[in-house]
T-cell receptor, first 113, second 114 residues
Framework: DAGVIQSPRHEVTEMGQEVTLRCKPI?????LFWYRQTMMRGLELLIY????????DSGMPEDRFSAKMPNASFSTLKIQPSEPRDSAVYFC???????????FGPGTRLTVL | QQQVKQSPQSLIVQKGGISIINCAYE??????FPWYQQFPGKGPALLIA?????SEKKEGRFTISFNKSAKQFSLHIMDSQPGDSATYFC?????????????FGQGTILTVHP
């Protein structure tokens, strides 16, 4: 049984470039969460979706960040333009919606030079 | 109102000892309190969770103690093992329109020496 799948696992880019992170939630899960983890700020919720609909995007740091969930099996988090302070590990998590347990993916380590 | 404060930031314990990590919350609407465990290079994974209608929950060597009046909860790891070395996060969530949304503590890096 595959868990949450994220790609790429590592991304190195230069300031100003567009970055797209991808997530495939666990089949049958209807809630999806995007987190950012840094040493300074810990684990921050950026946005979450229920049934493909964005419910709370209050954690999205600024307009450079956008997230979409076009269907139940795929979501993207896009940063345009990227900045060095966006360097972090980005996690995607999913849950069934009937329990509150979230299943995390392995994360994408983003480095913006 | 949404904060969850966790302490200590780091903890070093000898093998066989007891590890204790504490969390405090402010929002009395929180009704679900999980602990997540994260190993280096991995995503967090649910370890154990409690609801405020009980004061303690035990699963193997891991116990959550919950004090509703003090708005505090803690994780106790008995007979700590080197394999328990990881980062531990407490979290909290509430129902209603925010169902499923977790607010995490800052994390505790636990090191268990052999």
């Amino acid at each position: 049984d595959a868990g949450v799948i994220q790609s790429p696992r590592h991304e190195v880019t230069e300031m100003g470039q567009e970055v797209t992170l991808r997530c495939k939630p666990i089949s049958g899960h209807n809630s999806l969460f995007w987190y950012r983890q840094t040493m300074m700020r810990g684990l921050e919720l950026l946005i979450y979706f229920n049934n493909n609909v964005p419910i709370d995007d209050s954690g999205m740091p600024e307009d450079r960040f956008s997230a979409k969930m076009p269907n139940a099996s795929f979501s993207t988090l896009k940063i345009q333009p990227s900045e060095p302070r966006d360097s972090a590990v980005y996690f995607c998590a999913s849950s069934t919606g009937t329990t509150r347990e979230q299943f995390f993916g392995p994360g994408t380590r983003l480095t913006v030079l | 109102q949404q904060q969850v404060k966790q302490s200590p930031q780091s903890l070093i314990v000898q093998k066989g000892g007891i590890s204790i990590i504490n969390c405090a919350y402010e929002n009395t609407a929180f009704d679900y309190f999980p602990w997540y465990q994260q190993f280096p290079g991995k995503g967090p994974a649910l370890l154990i969770a409690i609801r405020p209608d009980v004061s303690e929950k035990k699963e193997g060597r891991f116990t959550i103690s919950f004090n509703k009046s003090a708005k505090q909860f803690s994780l106790h790891i008995m007979d700590s093992q080197p394999g328990d070395s990881a980062t531990y996060f407490c979290a909290a969530s509430r129902g209603g329109t925010s169902y499923g949304k977790l607010t995490f503590g800052q994390g505790t890096i636990l090191t268990v020496h052999p």
